[in-house]
């Protein structure tokens, strides 16, 4: 007779610095776009849960805004508040860095971790760019040598290579517990959520030249007309000189962001979609605790 193995579930936070592939990993893991991926950093700034369900195990995982070093701004200390508070509550930390990249930055993150006293693994993400697979080696041993991780994993969140491995590692340094979440639930932020940050990654997007961090999105009227959801969104910027950026000429550019998104999310939805965008300023909000609490952050 087999020994009884116990059901496993925790929380396994998904930290590193901005832009190493975290929201790319947790979309990945759960195959499932919940948390929105462009090429710039400081794209997630809300916690993010994803819960997978396997036989005998339940992972809820924790995507977090990229901890950074420069905590001038408010939002960027809000940012950094929510990845130290998942990671905190983590039974596991998946510490995510880039292939053959450590810096000081990654370093600054793996202080947090050692302070937190919490287990944790380190991912080597975005293996498929490096071609000459044997320079991961001493790469995987310096990792090694910095901390007592208790497994190291190469993947490629992007091309989803060894996930399944990942998976069967964090499932097997999660404690015995029973189910935290429904069977059913698969993430805990709902149809606002992915309209607002769906409008942000295609602005994020659009904004190449310019820096997208001032810029929020927030939902003011939503209602279903005809068999059509009606959606009036407002495109918050924190300086009256990024508004003709944002806007585009005639118009353009915000056209552009409404049509893409709009793509994505009927498609996502299932449902029809008009979306109404508007872009308001409201002065250093991004500075200011108070507008950021009414714009969802902690
Ligand atoms: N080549 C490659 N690029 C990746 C991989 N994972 C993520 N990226 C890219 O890295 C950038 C940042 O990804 P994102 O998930 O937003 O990073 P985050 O800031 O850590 O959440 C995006 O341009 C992704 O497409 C990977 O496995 N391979
Ligand atoms: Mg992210």
Same mark, same amino acid.
């Given at each position: 007779?087999? !020994?009884?193995?116990?059901?496993?579930?925790?929380?396994?936070?998904?930290?590193?610095?901005?832009?190493?592939?975290?929201?790319?990993?947790?979309?990945?893991?759960?195959?499932?776009?919940?948390?929105?991926?462009?090429?710039?950093?400081?794209?997630?700034?809300?916690?993010?849960?994803?819960?997978?369900?396997?036989?005998?195990?339940?992972?809820?995982?924790?995507?977090?805004?990229?901890?950074?070093?420069? !905590?001038?701004?408010?939002?960027?200390?809000?940012?950094?508040?929510?990845?130290?508070?998942?990671?905190? $509550?983590? $039974?596991?930390?998946?510490?995510?860095? *880039?292939?053959?990249?450590?810096?000081?930055? #990654? *370093?600054?993150?793996?202080?947090?971790?050692?302070?937190?006293?919490?287990?944790?693994?380190?991912?080597?993400?975005?293996?498929?760019?490096?071609?000459?697979?044997?320079?991961?080696?001493?790469?995987?041993?310096?990792?090694?040598?910095?901390?007592?991780?208790? #497994?190291?994993?190469?993947?490629?969140?992007?091309?989803?290579?060894?996930? $399944?491995?990942?998976? $069967?590692?964090?499932?097997?340094?999660?404690?015995?517990?029973? *189910?935290?979440?429904?069977?059913?639930?698969?993430?805990?932020?709902?149809?606002?959520?992915?309209?607002?940050?769906?409008?942000?990654?295609?602005?994020?997007?659009?904004?190449?030249?310019?820096?997208?961090?001032?810029?929020?999105?927030?939902? *003011?009227?939503?209602?279903?007309? !005809?068999?059509?959801?009606?959606?009036?969104?407002?495109?918050?910027?924190?300086?009256?000189?990024?508004?003709?950026?944002?806007?585009?000429?005639?118009?353009?550019?915000?056209?552009?962001?409404?049509?893409?998104?709009?793509?994505?999310?009927?498609?996502?939805?299932?449902?029809?979609?008009?979306?109404?965008?508007?872009?308001?300023?409201? !002065?250093?909000?991004? #500075?200011?605790?108070?507008?950021?609490?009414?714009?969802?952050?902690?």
């Amino acid at each position: 007779m087999t !020994e009884s193995t116990a059901f496993r579930a925790g929380f396994a936070a998904i930290v590193g610095r901005p832009n190493v592939g975290k929201s790319t990993l947790l979309n990945a893991l759960m195959g499932e776009k919940l948390s929105i991926v462009t090429s710039r950093p400081q794209t997630t700034r809300h916690r993010v849960l994803g819960v997978l369900n396997r036989p005998g195990v339940q992972l809820a995982f924790v995507d977090t805004p990229g901890l950074h070093l420069g !905590e001038r701004r408010a939002l960027n200390r809000a940012m950094n508040r929510t990845a130290a508070a998942a990671l905190a $509550d983590a $039974d596991l930390v998946v510490f995510v860095v *880039e292939a053959l990249r450590f810096g000081e930055e #990654d *370093e600054a993150v793996l202080q947090r971790i050692r302070d937190s006293g919490r287990e944790a693994i380190v991912v080597i993400n975005k293996v498929d760019r490096v071609p000459q697979k044997d320079k991961l080696l001493p790469f995987t041993a310096e990792l090694a040598g910095k901390h007592a991780f208790l #497994d190291v994993v190469p993947v490629s969140a992007e091309k989803g290579v060894n996930l $399944d491995r990942l998976v $069967d590692v964090i499932a097997g340094h999660l404690p015995e517990s029973p *189910e935290l979440f429904p069977p059913e639930q698969r993430t805990d932020r709902g149809e606002d959520f992915q309209i607002t940050e769906t409008i942000r990654e295609k602005l994020t997007m659009e904004l190449v030249e310019e820096v997208p961090y001032g810029i929020a999105v927030e939902i *003011e009227k939503k209602e279903e007309v !005809e068999g059509r959801l009606v959606i009036d969104a407002v495109i918050w910027v924190d300086r009256e000189g990024q508004k003709p950026i944002v806007i585009g000429a005639k118009g353009s550019r915000l056209k552009r962001i409404g049509q893409k998104a709009r793509e994505e999310l009927n498609a996502r939805m299932g449902k029809r979609l008009h979306l109404n965008l508007w872009v308001k300023v409201r !002065e250093d909000w991004a #500075d200011d605790a108070r507008a950021l609490a009414q714009l969802g952050m902690e």
